[in-house]
């Protein structure tokens, strides 16, 4: 994720400028990568929304467009919700029930194959309509007299609130085309709404409906501090730390080059906070062939890296860890099993005795970006102590992950990789990653390990209410996986928030799902 925002050197005089590094995506119903999803979070607001927190408290799920949480009955099937009363769109027009149904139709409408409606799939007629696109979904009965809203699932889904309350289905008026409307985004709910939008950029302003109608509905969710904040896409991180040095600039929240970040943190220390991510940094290992395919030798490569090393490379952006769950993901308790010990690596190599030492490690590297080279060069060398010859592989990350996401290509040994949570609930984690089936396109299990009884685990958890699987569960579940060592874990990684004298630093929020919140901004730093 990378948002950066500034104002001139009169704050009364002109609107916040800011920037993102990438084009504008900001149609709810397509924008659900990390970055994509911050751009939106105070624009549009779903049915159920979480906390404007930052850390733990960020992955709680609140009522959003919603009176309150679900009504959950059927044996978890079926999810009952009521708008509040009065609620309107930017442009004036009230909020409807019918709305939801039209949104979550919409998504599917716009899917090109890999989007989020998935996530919504055990909605009853779900999985027809996305193949036909036609009859609408049956699972969503709406009534717009009383404001309710029945979703109807195929199966009881423990996370279902929580997808709710991602930006995916944030309800848009009926009939917004169904085409990609980010540079004519649809009238808003958030105590923002979105002005003007070109490819270079768009504009923030505040809804005219929040202080008279939504905002005193949804009391939760804050105001914000700016009338207007201007975004605009650059494309050079360098750039933009230049500009906010300079003041041109007044924030920005990006993953930086340890070098990069390390003498920010020496010439600003007071201007630059770390902000945690729901993610894990980890080099996977190819569990279908040798040498990998020998358990030995996968916990040998555990116990051999010094995960030290690695946050010393990302400069502290990277914390250690040894296992798949980041902190701050409900679930997540910490454990160690492999703590650095070489002596404890080679004797089980020895052990082993593989047959295979020759090993090609994959990597992504782009000029700027050297980290994970950095990364995987280290492993190349743990690797030659261990008795390997490893030779590193070099792709741009487009390019890498179309190869490693191919399991029939030849020499997928080891690679890196990482996991931002689509949403956070640890479900998400597993169930995409080391607990999927291993697929001959787009395969998510990089290392290629499915253990039928742990994901049994997973569809057992996933079918029960929320309150019946503690979190203990998924603890144990991230246990089992660490035991088994399909992944080396290396780090959870936390974002850089830089600002200029004039930010209120401390103010600043950064929910670890959404980033930071633009209505947590507010001038008043020193300076």
Same mark, same amino acid.
């Given at each position: 994720?990378?948002?950066?925002?500034?104002?001139?050197?009169?704050?009364?005089?002109?609107?916040?400028?800011?920037?993102?590094?990438?084009?504008?995506?900001?149609?709810?119903? &397509?924008?659900?990568?990390?970055?994509?999803?911050?751009?939106? =979070?105070?624009? =549009?607001?779903?049915?159920?929304?979480?906390?404007?927190?930052?850390?733990?408290?960020?992955?709680?799920?609140?009522?959003?467009?919603?009176?309150?949480?679900?009504?959950?009955?059927?044996?978890?099937?079926?999810?009952?919700?009521?708008?509040?009363?009065?609620?309107?769109?930017? #442009?004036?027009?009230?909020?409807?029930?019918?709305?939801?149904?039209?949104?979550?139709?919409?998504?599917?409408?716009?899917?090109?194959?890999?989007?989020?409606?998935?996530?919504?799939?055990?909605?009853?007629?779900?999985?027809?309509?996305?193949?036909?696109?036609?009859?609408?979904?049956?699972?969503?009965?709406?009534?717009?007299?009383?404001?309710?809203?029945?979703?109807?699932?195929?199966?009881?889904?423990?996370?279902?609130?929580?997808?709710?309350? &991602?930006?995916?289905?944030?309800?848009?008026?009926?009939?917004?085309?169904?085409?990609?409307?980010?540079?004519?985004?649809?009238?808003?709910?958030?105590?923002?709404?979105?002005?003007?939008?070109?490819?270079?950029?768009?504009?923030?302003?505040?809804?005219?409906?929040?202080?008279?109608?939504?905002?005193?509905?949804?009391?939760?969710?804050?105001?914000?501090?700016? #009338?207007?904040?201007? &975004?605009?896409?650059?494309?050079?991180?360098?750039?933009?730390?230049?500009?906010?040095?300079?003041?041109?600039?007044?924030?920005?929240?990006?993953?930086?080059?340890?070098?990069?970040?390390?003498?920010?943190?020496?010439?600003?220390?007071?201007?630059?906070?770390?902000?945690?991510?729901?993610?894990?940094?980890?080099?996977?290992?190819?569990?279908?062939?040798?040498?990998?395919?020998?358990?030995?030798?996968?916990?040998?490569?555990?116990?051999?890296?010094?995960?030290?090393?690695?946050?010393?490379?990302?400069?502290?952006?990277?914390?250690?860890?040894?296992?798949?769950?980041?902190?701050?993901?409900?679930?997540?308790?910490?454990?160690?099993?492999?703590?650095? #010990?070489?002596?404890?690596?080679?004797?089980?190599?020895?052990?082993?005795?593989?047959?295979? @030492? #020759?090993?090609?490690?994959?990597?992504?590297?782009?000029?700027?970006?050297?980290?994970?080279?950095?990364?995987?060069? *280290?492993?190349?060398?743990?690797?030659?102590?261990?008795?390997?010859?490893?030779?590193?592989?070099?792709?741009?990350?487009?390019?890498?992950?179309?190869?490693?996401?191919?399991?029939?290509?030849?020499?997928?040994?080891?690679?890196?990789?990482? *996991? *931002?949570?689509? *949403?956070?609930?640890?479900?998400?984690?597993? @169930?995409?990653?080391?607990?999927?089936?291993?697929?001959?396109?787009?395969?998510?299990?990089?290392?290629?390990?499915?253990?039928?009884?742990?994901?049994?685990?997973?569809?057992?958890?996933?079918?029960?209410?929320?309150?019946?699987?503690?979190?203990?569960?998924?603890?144990?579940?991230?246990?089992?996986? &660490?035991?088994?060592?399909?992944?080396?874990?290396?780090?959870?990684?936390?974002?850089?928030?830089?600002?200029?004298? @004039?930010?209120?630093?401390?103010?600043?929020?950064?929910?670890?799902?959404?980033?930071?919140?633009?209505?947590?901004?507010?001038?008043?730093?020193?300076?």
């Amino acid at each position: 994720m990378a948002l950066v925002g500034g104002q001139g050197a009169s704050a009364a005089a002109r609107p916040v400028t800011g920037a993102v590094l990438t084009g504008p995506e900001l149609d709810p119903q &397509m924008a659900w990568s990390n970055y994509r999803l911050a751009t939106i =979070y105070d624009t =549009y607001i779903p049915l159920l929304t979480y906390e404007h927190a930052g850390g733990r408290a960020g992955s709680d799920v609140i009522p959003g467009l919603a009176r309150s949480l679900p009504r959950i009955t059927d044996q978890g099937r079926r999810y009952t919700l009521r708008l509040r009363p009065g609620l309107r769109y930017s #442009d004036g027009e009230p909020v409807r029930a019918s709305d939801f149904k039209f949104s979550v139709e919409r998504m599917f409408r716009l899917d090109e194959g890999y989007g989020p409606d998935f996530f919504f799939d055990d909605i009853v007629g779900a999985e027809r309509f996305e193949r036909t696109r036609r009859g609408g979904i049956p699972g969503i009965v709406t009534d717009n007299r009383t404001g309710t809203i029945v979703i109807q699932l195929v199966r009881p889904e423990r996370s279902f609130s929580r997808k709710l309350a &991602m930006t995916f289905t944030a309800p848009v008026p009926s009939g917004t085309p169904i085409r990609d409307s980010s540079l004519h985004p649809p009238p808003a709910t958030g105590p923002y709404m979105i002005t003007r939008s070109t490819p270079r950029g768009w504009t923030y302003e505040r809804n005219p409906e929040w202080a008279s109608h939504n905002g005193r509905a949804m009391p939760q969710i804050p105001s914000g501090h700016l #009338d207007k904040i201007e &975004m605009r896409v650059v494309h050079s991180e360098a750039h933009a730390i230049r500009e906010v040095e300079r003041g041109k600039l007044d924030w920005m929240s990006v993953e930086m080059p340890g070098p990069t970040y390390l003498s920010l943190r020496r010439r600003f220390p007071s201007r630059l906070r770390l902000e945690p991510t729901l993610s894990t940094e980890y080099f996977w290992l190819n569990t279908s062939q040798p040498p990998f395919d020998d358990i030995r030798v996968r916990r040998a490569v555990n116990f051999a890296v010094d995960r030290n090393v690695f946050s010393r490379l990302s400069g502290g952006q990277l914390s250690p860890t040894q296992q798949i769950l980041p902190p701050d993901l409900p679930g997540y308790r910490k454990f160690s099993l492999y703590p650095h #010990d070489m002596a404890k690596a080679q004797a089980l190599i020895a052990a082993a005795d593989p047959s295979v @030492r #020759d090993v090609t490690l994959w990597t992504w590297g782009e000029r700027g970006y050297p980290t994970a080279v950095e990364y995987t060069v *280290y492993l190349a060398a743990v690797l030659d102590k261990l008795g390997f010859t490893a030779h590193v592989r070099i792709l741009d990350a487009e390019r890498y992950f179309a190869a490693v996401q191919s399991p029939e290509r030849p020499h997928l040994d080891a690679g890196i990789s990482d *996991y *931002y949570a689509n *949403y956070p609930d640890p479900d998400d984690f597993f @169930r995409e990653t080391i607990g999927a089936r291993v697929r001959a396109y787009y395969n998510e299990n990089l290392a290629q390990l499915f253990v039928p009884g742990l994901r049994m685990a997973i569809e057992r958890f996933e079918a029960r209410p929320r309150a019946a699987v503690p979190d203990a569960g998924y603890a144990a579940l991230d246990r089992a996986y &660490m035991r088994l060592a399909p992944w080396v874990p290396i780090g959870n990684v936390s974002v850089p928030v830089f600002a200029s004298k @004039r930010v209120d630093l401390g103010a600043v929020v950064s929910n670890p799902s959404f980033g930071v919140d633009i209505a947590s901004l507010r001038l008043g730093g020193s300076g």
